[in-house]
C-alpha cells in the first residue's frame, strides 16, 4: 500500500499593507506629544527672565557700590587715606579717623576665631567620625540651630547671662593668672572687648563647623581606609587622611566664619562698650566699623559725618566683599562642586 502524501494546509497570510494605510501607520507612530502649533515666544520670554533675574544682582551689588562711593567723596577729599590712619573721632571739631573701628573689628574677629575653630572642628570631626549614625541627624540640626537665632537675642543673653559671667568669675581668674601679658588687666566690668570677641565666638560656630563637614565628607573613604591599612589609630587616621586633605577647605570655612564676624552689628553693640578708642587690655571697651554705623548714623547731622560713616561702610563692603571670595575659592579647590557622601 502506497502512502499518499497528505494535503498541506493552507494559512492565510495578512498581506502586507501598501499604499496610503502604511504611511498613515508610520506617520501615527511619529506623532509628536504635544499636539498643536510650536511657538519660540515661551523659549524667548523664559531666556531673557532669567537673564534678567541674574543680572538684576550684579545691577544691584553696583547700585551700593555706586552710592557708598558717591556719599563718602566729601571724607576722601577732606582726609583722603589718612582716613584710616587717624585714632582721632570728634564730632564737634569735624575730624575724624577710622582707625579705633578698624582695630575694635579686627581684634574681636580674631579673638572669635581663636575661641572658635578649635570647638567648630571639634564638632565637625566628631559628626563625620565618630558620632554614632543615629545621632548625626540631631546633632548637626541642634549645631545649625545656633545660626537661627536673632542677633539681639544673642545681645540679650549676652548682657543678662554672659557678661555677669565673665565680670564675676572670668575675668578675675584670667586677670589673676594671665595679668602680667598685659591682654587681661583692668578692672573686670564684664562688657568689653573679650566679651565682644566670646559672643562672636558662639555666633559662628554653626558656619565653620556646617562647611568643615560638608568638606570632611568629600574626603574619598579609601584615604581612610589606606591609613587604616597601615596599622595608623583613629586618630592619625583623622590627622593625617582627613583632615589633611581637607585643610584648604576648612580655611576656606574660617574666612567665612572671619566675614560673618566682621560684619556682625547688634550683637557686638550690646556687650562691646562703644568707645573709640585703642587699648591693649582685652577687658578695655572698644568699637567695631559695624557699631559705630549702628550707633551713630541716625545721629550725623552734618555733612562731613555723614560722609565719615558712609565711607566706614565702603571699607567694611569691599573687606566683606574680599573675604567671602577667597573663603568660597579655597572651598571650592576642595570639594570642587561634589556632593557631600555620608561615611556611614
Known sequence: MSNQALPRPRFNAPEPERGSKAALKVEARTTPLLQGKVSEI????????????????????????????????????????????????????DQYGALPFMYGTIVSSVLSLVIAVPLSIGVAVFITEMCPVGLRGIVSFTTELLAAIPSVVYGLWAIFVMVPILREYVQPFLAKTLGWTGLFSGPPYGIGMLAAGVILAIMIIPIISSITREVLTVVPQHQREAVLALGATRWEMIRMGVLRNARAGIVGAIILGLGRALGETMAVTMVIGNRAEIAKSLFAPGYTMASVLANEFTEATGDLYLSALIEIGLALFFVTIAVNGLARLMVWSVTRGQPARSNA
Open 42 to 93: 515661551p523659549d524667548i520670554v523664559f531666556g531673557w527672565t532669567m537673564r534678567l533675574c541674574g543680572l538684576s544682582v550684579v545691577a544691584l551689588l553696583g547700585l551700593i557700590v555706586y552710592q557708598l562711593v558717591v556719599g563718602s567723596q566729601l571724607s576722601w577729599h577732606a582726609f583722603g587715606w589718612k582716613f584710616f590712619g587717624q585714632s582721632d573721632w570728634n564730632p564737634v571739631s
